[in-house]
């Protein structure tokens, strides 16, 4: 029972091409967050969406955008990838109602910049 | 804000040791905190989490830690290790009564278990 899914589990792309990631969910969460993780680093939250509301963290750069277009599906993208983008990136997402305090992450995309 | 440091990069151990993995937070708020696991090219799994009341939390395949306020830790213990929790682990924060899980990560350790 996957409850949420990332796709592709590895993407290729070239230097400068945009490059779309995806995320789904069966849990009906209202929150989807996407975290970038580097090699050997701790994951850092790029945004997150709060039903359709978008909240991007200060520092995460302009190169990195997102679509929510149903509770379902939110998708991360990459309008110029560098080099250093290369990353895994991981979508999560949580509960505002109730007492739910636990994000739940997908399996995760990893994205190679050739 | 808030930050976690994890000061052991990789911890080494042979199977059936014990091992304490180590995980302290600075934050100006309440915090939540969480110690998530992270096998080779997956995803995050949550390992336990505090909330609130007893200060000690267990997991379900062995693992426990425990919130120290005072000195702001939240070490992960296991009395006898597998060779299959080789993995890495996070341990992470985020701050209590917001609805959000907007997650501060640690760095991670890696904890790598042998025969």
């Known amino acids: 029972d996957a409850m949420v899914i990332q796709n592709p589990r590895y993407q290729v792309t070239q230097f400068g091409k945009p490059v779309t990631l995806s995320c789904s969910q069966t849990?009906?969460?209202?929150?989807m967050y996407w975290y970038q993780q580097k090699s050997s680093q701790a994951p850092k939250l790029l945004f997150h969406?709060?039903?359709?509301?978008?909240?991007n963290e200060a520092d995460t750069p302009d190169n990195f955008q997102s679509r929510r277009p149903n509770t379902s599906f939110c998708f991360l993208d990459i309008r110029s990838p560098g080099l250093g983008d290369a990353a895994m990136y991981l979508c999560?997402?949580?509960?505002?109602?109730?007492?739910?305090?636990?994000?739940?992450f997908g399996q995760g995309t990893r994205l190679t910049v050739v | 804000a808030q930050s976690v440091t994890q000061l052991d990069s990789q911890v080494p151990v042979f199977e059936e040791a014990p091992v304490e993995l180590r995980c302290n937070y600075s934050?100006?708020?309440?915090?939540?905190l969480f110690w998530y696991v992270q096998y080779p090219n997956q995803g995050l799994q949550l390992l336990l989490k505090y909330l609130s009341g007893s200060t000690l939390v267990e997991s379900i395949n062995g693992f426990e830690a425990e919130f120290n306020k005072s000195q702001t830790s939240f070490h992960l213990r296991k009395p006898s290790v597998h060779i299959s929790d080789t993995a890495e682990y996070f341990c992470a924060v985020s701050r209590l009564n917001t609805g959000f899980q907007k997650l501060v990560f640690g760095t991670g350790t890696r904890l790598l278990v042998s025969p």
């Open positions: 969406y709060y039903d359709k509301d978008f909240n």
């Open positions: 849990l009906n969460h209202n929150v």
């Open positions: 934050s100006s708020v309440s915090v939540y």
């Open positions: 999560a997402t949580s509960s505002m109602r109730g007492a739910n305090t636990e994000a739940f």
